[in-house]
């Protein structure tokens, strides 16, 4: 393979010469295009792309070069990818269900309750069942869509919780939500709490270690009939920020998802019930974190939504001047809108209220193509 400029131009640089290179495809620069005549949809949602980089994997590295969809088309008939390529385009415009009400905007936003003594992000704040319902029942207020309800940190450095412990934290709050009428997400990588948080009114699986950290788990989540997320994480969060590596960070933690994405579909939960994750903040330096972000729009090629949790992360402080968590808003609100403007369908949020007003202002500065499309008033 021959590498090529990773801006604008043509693909002539680029070619397949590494027998069992792997393809990816990126959309570059999404844009709004209300009247749908520039472009092709970005994951069926309300963003378009013109624009793609082509990406070759093989024994001899990454080779990556970019153009406009034509310029694409042209090349992939020129190397005998064509059909691979089709294929490819196929997943990143094709619609797919997200999780959530069903009424709900995208990105759908989901808020954090973490019913913990030891969480990064609020330190214990809402341990106690009571404080964490009426945070829960706050955050509704403020417009989350779905509330996620842990009970066991996962944060760099923390220790493991049992099945029991974190069951007998988390079941009454999702208990007392459920019944106001919450969208609740169990975020939990044990079979066993799974299980009771469903029968307890949950409707939506997270799982940190996407179905691996328990034998169970993928089972339990296949006849469970709920949608599930996948994420992404190097190691285990009692020692995933010592000296994470990756070959190529985007193109890894893609290549771990396509497989638990094929897992799942193997063991009888189809891809239309799962969203994926690229776990920001676990197993990866801030840049990593910073590069994966930059590749959102990457992860559509799976098929699935497209959780992002950026949220009082640390390597917003890496970033900029070491805050505190509570103290990294401007930061989760940056990442958070780069990544809506890749596609992003669902947000991870401490900070509601502050989101939505974002998004609200987001939605009306946007990208939009104006010499092909007029900007509405």
Known sequence: ???????????????????????????????????????????????????????????????????????????????????????????????????????????????????????????????????????????????????????????????????????????????????????????????????????????????????????????????SGAPVVLMHMQGQPRTMQADPRYDDAPLDVYDFLAARVAACEAAGLPRERLTIDPGIGFGKTAAHNARILRHTALLHGLGCPVLIGVSRKRFIAALSRDEPPKQRLGGSLAAALAAVAQGAQILRVHDVAQTRQALAVWRQCAPYRPENVAIPP
């Open 1 to 223: 393979m021959t590498d090529a400029t990773d801006g604008p131009g043509s693909f002539r640089g680029l070619s397949v010469s590494a027998e069992g290179a792997a393809l990816y495809l990126r959309p570059l620069d999404p844009f709004h295009d209300p009247a749908g005549r520039v472009g092709l949809p970005l994951a069926g949602g309300p963003l378009r792309f013109a624009r793609v980089e082509a990406i070759l994997r093989g024994r001899d590295g990454v080779a990556r070069a970019s153009g406009t969809l034509a310029e694409a088309e042209a090349w992939g008939a020129a190397e005998g990818v064509a059909a691979g390529l089709a294929d490819r385009l196929a997943r990143l415009t094709a619609p797919r269900p997200v999780p959530g009400p069903a009424d709900a905007a995208l990105p759908r936003l989901m808020g954090v309750v973490n019913v913990t003594p030891d969480s990064f992000s609020d330190g214990g704040d809402f341990a106690d069942p009571g404080r964490a319902i009426e945070h829960g029942l706050a955050l509704l207020e403020e417009g989350a869509d779905i509330l996620d309800i842990g009970g066991e940190s996962t944060r760099p450095g923390a220790e493991p919780v049992s099945p029991d412990e974190e069951a007998a934290r988390v079941l009454p709050v999702i208990e007392a939500l459920a019944r106001a009428g919450a969208t609740i997400s169990i975020d939990t990588r044990h079979a066993v709490t799974l299980r009771a948080a469903l029968d307890a009114g949950a409707t939506i699986l997270n799982d940190v270690t996407a179905l691996t950290g328990d034998p169970d788990s993928l089972a339990t989540a296949a006849a």
